[in-house]
């Protein structure tokens, strides 16, 4: 398997732009979760989905932020306008739901600088 | 609030002597506990998880670590460090009252083996 895959790895923009991230999670898997990680506050959850169901989206930051899971193959992650206490490494992950071993499988994220 | 600790920014140990990177939590109930590592630009990848049963869990890469009740640790070890183990470390805590859902990590330790 490929393993969770993230785009783009690497995105600058400007302030004001719309930021478009996507993610493939691992076949099979039922559960995909968006976190940010920056130095200041380290890993957060934005939200996290259940075959393609949104759960929880607590954890996103204001209205600026939408995700969605059309399928089960595909979710992206959406900024707009975006500014610039934004930039931060995006992760994706996912995990089956039975057998629930708790283990999340991450992406290699999408690295996002906002200027 | 729920939440985790790892006290140490960082930890620095020779190669071929033990490890120990520290993790102390509060959260109510019965959590998952879990480790993960994250290399330099790299997504976080799982080491190690506590459900129940022994409260010393084998892991990845000849990792160890020791769940303690009493104290809410669960403590990363090693007998022997490695250079390569050079990387992040995240301790992180899933609580029932997310439905073991929502992974709350700590800051991370960056430890350092040196040769």
């Known amino acids: 398997d490929a393993g969770v895959i993230q785009s783009p790895r690497h995105e600058v923009t400007e302030m004001g732009q719309e930021v478009t991230l996507r993610c493939k999670p691992i076949s099979g898997h039922d559960y995909l979760f968006w976190y940010r990680q920056t130095m200041m506050r380290g890993l957060e959850l934005l939200i996290y989905?259940?075959?393609?169901?949104?759960?929880?989206d607590s954890g996103m930051p204001e209205d600026r932020f939408s995700a969605k899971m059309p399928n089960a193959s595909f979710s992206t992650l959406k900024i707009q306008p975006s500014e610039p206490r934004d930039s931060a490494v995006y992760f994706c992950?996912?995990?089956?739901?039975?057998?629930?071993?708790?283990?999340?499988?991450f992406g290699e994220g999408s690295r996002l600088t906002v200027l | 609030a729920q939440s985790v600790a790892q006290p140490e920014d960082q930890v620095n140990v020779a190669e071929g002597n033990p490890l120990t990177v520290k993790c102390t939590y509060s959260v109510s109930g019965n959590p998952y506990l879990f480790w993960y590592v994250q290399y330099p630009n790299r997504g976080l990848q799982f080491l190690l998880k506590?459900?129940?049963?022994?409260?010393l869990v084998k892991g990845s890469y000849g990792f160890e670590a020791e769940f303690n009740k009493s104290q809410t640790s669960f403590h990363l070890k090693k007998p022997s460090a490695l250079v390569s183990d050079s990387a992040l470390y995240f301790c992180?805590?899933?609580?029932?009252?997310?439905?073991?859902?929502?992974?709350?990590f700590g800051a991370g330790t960056r430890l350092a083996v040196h040769p």
């Open positions: 989905f259940n075959n393609n169901v949104p759960i929880d």
């Open positions: 992180a805590v899933s609580p029932i009252s997310g439905g073991y859902n929502k992974l709350i």
């Open positions: 992950a996912s995990r089956r739901d039975r057998p629930n071993t708790g283990e999340l499988f």
């Open positions: 506590y459900i129940t049963g022994d409260n």
